[in-house]
């Protein structure tokens, strides 16, 4: 692989990735000016995501919100991988679900997909793949998601309601399709082969069109529902996508929950989070401070300002400072990295309150 090629499927990112060639390789659309606008005005107020471009591509988003503005309302719909614990770049789709559940009025499905990750990962049992499902729904509920408006489903525990879509899109995919959008071997389990199926199925659970913001990796099985949704009369899900966060290594590649020194976990002590960011956040700055003074940084490969513009900066005009004042040299890699852990700290420290809480109400939430 050369060092502009980038690779990006569900189970693997790799490489350097172009947002722009991205959007052409997988056929979606960027979000406009016009379609920014489109939301800010039904929505009353603009989301930061938005504006920087860390949700940057979607599929039908025009058409769901023309639809909406005639009264036909979405519900949404995300998911995660309970491959272990949840880290910090988890939290940005679920972060701006959040907003959008709130300004659209919608209900919202939230898949934990234990049978996935058990059949991706060789070493990954299912009862703890299921165990992660249950430590990773804390995290959700923790962002402040309601019971009577949001539905956490654990594909094998709610395989009853699941099942019935599953099938009727199992029967469509056949088993060239999945090899082309994903790359299986006949080496691959059948698990996996059947498994589009699966994740499909939560877009057809109301009886209206689904939202669904999510990972731009995760876009291949959908563009596989979109095909068959007509074939079964069925609408096709609209998507919203957002950029592959990075991993504190900083070198491509999507942050990942099986190495512990790329990833801040949403458990992750104040200590750890200080060292993990002091050792391995990647910096943009220069050797010595005398070099740095002279020529400045680069925030566009420094981590700790990426997080703090994906994430734990929402304002744009502190942002912006971060910015210039790192790009000129006034300030100081160790400075930036203490600014972020600052942040990721007073984050974690009440998100680990709630993530506790949320142990006592988590079967409010669970799908029947
Ligand atoms: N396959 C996803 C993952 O590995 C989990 C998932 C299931 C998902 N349904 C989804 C992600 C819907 C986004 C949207 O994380």
């Known amino acids: 692989m050369s060092s502009d090629d980038f690779i990006v499927t569900p189970w693997h990112v790799e490489g350097k990735i172009d947002y722009n060639k991205l959007i052409k390789k997988f056929g ?15 929505a009353g107020e603009s989301h930061f995501m938005l504006r920087r471009g860390i949700f940057f591509s979607h599929r039908d988003l025009t058409r769901t919100l023309n639809d909406y503005k005639k009264g036909n309302k979405f519900f949404l719909y995300t998911g995660r991988g309970p491959s272990g614990h949840t880290h910090i770049g988890h939290l940005v789709p679920w972060v701006f679900a959040k907003w959008l559940q709130d300004k659209f009025k919608t209900n919202m499905y939230f898949q934990l997909t234990d049978d996935e990750k058990f059949f991706a990962k060789s070493k990954l049992t299912l009862e703890d793949a299921n165990k992660f499902a249950y430590e990773n729904a804390l995290d959700f509920i923790a962002l402040g998601f309601k ?4 539905k956490i489903i654990i594909d094998t525990k709610n395989i009853e309601s699941l099942y019935p879509i599953a099938a009727k899109f199992a029967k469509k995919i056949n088993f060239s399709n999945t090899k082309a959008v994903f790359g299986f071997t006949n080496q691959t389990n059948v698990g996996m082969i059947f498994y589009t199926s699966l994740q499909s199925a939560p877009c057809f659970l109301e009886d209206r069109p689904v939202l669904i913001p999510l990972g731009v990796d995760q876009d291949p099985h959908f563009r596989i529902t979109r095909d068959i949704a007509p074939k079964l009369g069925l609408p096709k899900p609209a998507l919203i996508h957002n950029i592959m966060i990075p991993s504190l290594l900083g070198t491509g590649g999507k942050m990942s929950a099986s190495d512990d020194n790329s990833t801040i976990y949403t458990t992750d002590t104040p200590e750890v989070v200080k060292k993990k960011i002091n050792k391995y956040a990647f910096s943009g700055g220069q050797p010595t401070i005398e070099e740095h003074r002279k020529k400045g940084g680069n925030p566009d490969v ?11 900066e929402p304002d744009d005009k502190k942002l912006k400072k971060l910015h210039d004042d790192y790009k000129s040299g006034k300030l100081l890699t160790g400075e930036l990295k203490s600014i972020l852990i600052e942040k990721i700290n007073k984050f974690l420290k009440k998100h680990q309150q709630e993530r506790e809480k949320a142990r006592d109400k988590v079967d409010k939430y669970m799908f029947k």
Do not use: H, M, V
């Not at 979606?28 to 039904?42: F, P, Y």
């Not at 019971?147 to 949001?150: A, E, M």
């Not at 420094?302 to 734990?312: A, E």
């Open 28 to 42: 979606t659309e960027k979000i406009s000016r016009q379609l920014l606008n489109t939301i800010e005005k039904i």
């Open 147 to 150: 019971p009577n408006n949001t």
């Open 302 to 312: 420094d981590i700790s300002y990426q997080y703090l513009r994906i994430f734990f």
